[in-house]
């Protein structure tokens, strides 16, 4: 012990590298990794944008919401304006949501009539509204009265042809930066009043869709 005491008065290089050696050992660790690490933050939004317009106006806008006057038996026209934002083709369920807002209840028999213009024509889809059940299953539109406060509703995808079957809608296709527009005229029937909004919207699963619409 007195050798080691005079080496170290005797030598302050020897403390440093004692210190040194001492300094090295404890902080030496086997590690899992053999890099730095990097981080991308990336915000994701829905890819379809939805936007809509009063009467036959096809163009793109940034209005979300619009409202109308009318009466009972009169028509009336709005346009709604879709835009795929992804970068691929993103395909999904156009749904059609009516509610009335004044505590009311929808009897099925409150339109008439409903004209649909798209990019392939002018189609009458009156007999052509489907409700959408919780499971996923369609039922017509007019085959019964009905008593609810909300009703979901899809129709016939005439831009890829396909028409209602067992299996319920096929999903509507949009390609990258995609706009498609549709055209909806609606005649009221004249009995009516009271106020109602109608809701459009792409849904990727109809089930799951109309579950959270009927808040179930």
Same mark, same amino acid.
């Given at each position: !012990?007195? +050798?080691?005491?005079? @080496?170290? +008065?005797?030598?302050?290089?020897?403390?440093?590298?004692?210190?040194?050696?001492?300094?090295?050992?404890?902080?030496?660790?086997?590690?899992?990794?053999?890099?730095?690490? #990097?981080? /991308?933050? #990336?915000?994701? *939004? =829905?890819?379809? &944008? !939805? %936007?809509?317009?009063?009467?036959?106006?096809? =163009?793109?806008?940034?209005?979300?919401?619009?409202?109308?006057?009318?009466?009972?038996?009169?028509?009336?026209?709005? *346009?709604?304006?879709?835009?795929?934002?992804?970068?691929?083709?993103?395909?999904?369920?156009?749904?059609? $949501?009516?509610?009335?807002?004044?505590?009311?209840? @929808?009897?099925?028999?409150?339109?008439?009539?409903? !004209?649909?213009?798209?990019?392939?024509?002018?189609?009458?889809?009156? &007999?052509?509204?489907?409700?959408?059940?919780?499971?996923? =299953?369609?039922? +017509?539109?007019?085959? +019964? #009265?009905?008593?609810?406060?909300? @009703?979901?509703?899809?129709?016939?995808?005439?831009?890829?042809?396909? *028409?209602?079957?067992?299996?319920? $809608?096929?999903?509507?296709?949009? =390609?990258?930066? &995609? $706009?498609?527009?549709?055209? @909806? /005229?609606? *005649?009221?029937?004249?009995?009516?009043?009271? /106020?109602? /909004?109608? %809701?459009?919207?792409?849904?990727?699963?109809?089930? &799951?869709?109309?579950?959270?619409?009927?808040?179930?």
């Amino acid at each position: !012990m007195n +050798k080691i005491k005079s @080496l170290f +008065k005797a030598s302050p290089i020897a403390v440093i590298a004692v210190a040194l050696l001492v300094a090295g050992v404890a902080s030496a660790a086997v590690v899992n990794y053999l890099s730095n690490s #990097t981080t /991308t933050a #990336t915000t994701i *939004t =829905s890819p379809i &944008e !939805m %936007s809509v317009n009063n009467d036959r106006d096809i =163009s793109e806008s940034s209005i979300k919401s619009i409202n109308i006057n009318t009466t009972g038996g009169s028509d009336f026209t709005f *346009t709604t304006v879709a835009k795929n934002n992804a970068n691929n083709e993103i395909s999904g369920y156009p749904v059609i $949501v009516v509610e009335a807002t004044d505590g009311g209840k @929808l009897t099925g028999e409150e339109f008439t009539k409903v !004209m649909f213009k798209d990019k392939n024509g002018t189609h009458d889809i009156t &007999e052509l509204l489907y409700v959408v059940n919780t499971d996923g =299953s369609l039922t +017509k539109l007019s085959s +019964k #009265t009905w008593n609810n406060e909300k @009703l979901v509703l899809s129709f016939v995808n005439y831009a890829t042809g396909n *028409t209602i079957a067992a299996g319920g $809608v096929v999903a509507y296709p949009l =390609s990258a930066g &995609e $706009v498609n527009w549709n055209i @909806l /005229t609606i *005649t009221l029937n004249q009995a009516i009043v009271g /106020t109602y /909004t109608i %809701s459009s919207q792409y849904a990727n699963d109809l089930a &799951e869709y109309a579950t959270h619409q009927y808040g179930l």
